[in-house]
C-alpha cells in the first residue's frame, strides 16, 4: 500500500524560511514524478513543484523561492520554502504520479499524502 507522510509544517513569520519532507512508502518511487501541491482556504489545490524525467518544473508563484529535491535512496522529497509571505499559508501536499513525465495537473496524480499545513504570520 502505498503511503506518502508529509512533515515539516508550522507557524513561521513573513520572511521565514521553512523545509517540508515528504516519505514515500509501499513501492519504489524513483521512476515516477512526485509533485508539490498546496490549498489555500477556500481555494483550489494550487501546483508548485515536480521532479519528474524531464528534470524540475516550479510554478511561476513560488519560482525562485522554492526549491523542490529528491533523495531516491529515501524515497523522500523535499521542498525548502525561503522568503515567506503570509500568502503562502496553505495546506501543502505532496503526490506521485503513475507515470514518469506528469507534470503539473492534479489528475496526473494517483497518491497523496495527508498534508502539512504552513502558516506565514505577518
Known amino acids: 500500500q502505498v503511503q506518502l507522510l508529509e512533515s515539516g509544517g508550522g507557524l513561521v513569520q513573513a520572511g521565514d524560511s521553512l523545509r517540508l519532507s515528504c516519505a514515500a512508502s509501499?513501492?519504489?518511487?524513483?521512476?515516477?514524478?512526485m509533485g508539490w501541491f498546496r490549498q489555500a482556504p477556500e481555494k483550489d489545490r494550487e501546483f508548485l513543484a515536480v521532479?519528474?524525467?524531464?528534470?524540475?518544473v516550479y510554478a511561476d508563484s513560488v519560482k525562485g523561492r522554492f526549491t523542490m529535491s529528491r533523495d531516491s535512496a529515501k524515497n523522500t522529497i523535499y521542498l525548502q520554502m525561503s522568503s515567506l509571505k503570509p500568502e503562502d499559508t496553505a495546506v501543502y501536499y505532496c503526490?506521485?504520479?503513475?507515470?514518469?513525465?506528469?507534470?503539473?495537473?492534479?489528475?496526473?496524480?494517483?497518491?497523496w499524502g495527508q498534508g502539512t499545513q504552513v502558516t506565514v504570520s505577518s
Open positions: 509501499g513501492r519504489t518511487f524513483s521512476n515516477y514524478a
Open positions: 521532479i519528474n524525467g524531464l528534470g524540475t
Open positions: 503526490a506521485v504520479a503513475d507515470k514518469f513525465y506528469s507534470g503539473s495537473r492534479e489528475v496526473e496524480y494517483a497518491y
